[in-house]
């Protein structure tokens, strides 16, 4: 029924229902109306599957209109958070709009684990979303000019957390990750190398609480201030960050003197729910909170990875 559903949605081109019913997998928030009228760039970009196992994985890829074969390009992974779906991240994030105006190539995975997750804590008997992204990233990789100085990742919530995973393990491949509403540093990690990160946590997130307490998703097992500084600390950085007031609610603290230059870059929003900064979608489902509008995420992380190529 979903699917049915999904389907007919992405026919009529309403980008707001898109993530309203798929964002986060929560009851179905209400959301802004959308600009109607021209085709939305969601709908231009390519859903494709592929066979890991006995699991059929899917994935969204976008190429911008620039995109001509002669000169590499970067690419950035956006993982869409727990109960949600690669479109729907991509409208949350605007990462497709910005990779149109960036010209770089993006791709959204499919999570399948648990409640439509990630399987970030490396769970045995859960899929292998580390193979999955291996597998993927040969095959846009082989069919697309790549810049592989420039491949990174980025994620809401769930994602974030997959993004983290990334940081730990695929640290060799992916130049800087981007965790939004999520950061963690994971068990058993152990990057290969420093590895840049921008991160984005309010102070009022009831999903992934802004310090560790008793009553704590099992899967948040640190707070955000304690996974920040383990890596400062595996980044090799300065203890004391710099720190810059962008507003009222936001400090931007930044770490420098990092090993392979590998900055560690932490925007703390004090009235922030469980919210993507500067969306074109706005939350209001109770447990969203608010989404701040001084600062725009994913311009930010656009600048910080470009700034951040593999060294």
Request: charged share 25%.
């Amino acid at each position: 029924m979903i699917t049915s559903l999904f389907r007919r949605i992405l026919k009529g081109g309403a980008l707001s229902l898109i993530v309203v019913a798929f964002i986060l997998g929560c009851a179905a928030p209400q959301t802004e109306k959308q600009p109607t009228g021209k085709k939305p760039i969601l709908e231009r970009g390519e859903r494709q599957q592929i066979k890991i196992g006995k699991k059929r994985r899917r994935f969204y890829v976008y190429t911008p209109s620039s995109y001509d074969g002669k000169k590499p390009v970067p690419l950035i992974f956006d993982f869409h958070g727990s109960g949600g779906n690669p479109r729907g991240e991509v409208g949350y994030s605007d990462s497709a709009n910005l990779a149109e105006k960036k010209g770089f190539i993006l791709v959204a995975l499919d999570g399948i684990y648990g409640r439509k997750s990630w399987n970030t804590a490396k769970d045995p008997k859960g899929v292998d979303d580390i193979g999955f992204i291996k597998e993927v990233l040969g095959i846009i990789t082989g069919k697309y000019k790549i810049d592989k100085n420039k491949i990174y990742a980025m994620g809401m919530s769930g994602g974030a957390r997959m993004s983290s995973r990334i940081g730990c393990d695929l640290a060799d491949t992916f130049a800087a990750i981007a965790p939004v509403t999520g950061v963690q540093f994971l068990d058993n990690c152990s990057p290969s190398r420093a590895v840049p990160v921008i991160t984005f946590h309010g102070k009022k997130d009831l999903v992934n609480h802004y310090t560790h307490r008793s009553n704590s998703r099992a899967y948040w097992i640190h707070g955000v201030e304690d996974s920040v500084d383990k890596w400062v600390e595996n980044n090799g950085c300065d203890k004391n960050p710099q720190t810059t007031e962008i507003s009222t609610v936001v400090t931007k603290l930044s770490w420098s003197n990092c090993r392979d230059g590998a900055d560690v870059v932490f925007y703390q929003i004090e009235d922030g729910g469980h919210t993507w900064p500067g969306s074109p979608v706005t939350l209001t489902a109770g447990w969203a909170g608010k989404t701040n509008k001084d600062i725009v995420a994913t311009d930010l992380i656009w600048e910080f990875f470009m700034a951040h190529p593999m060294p």
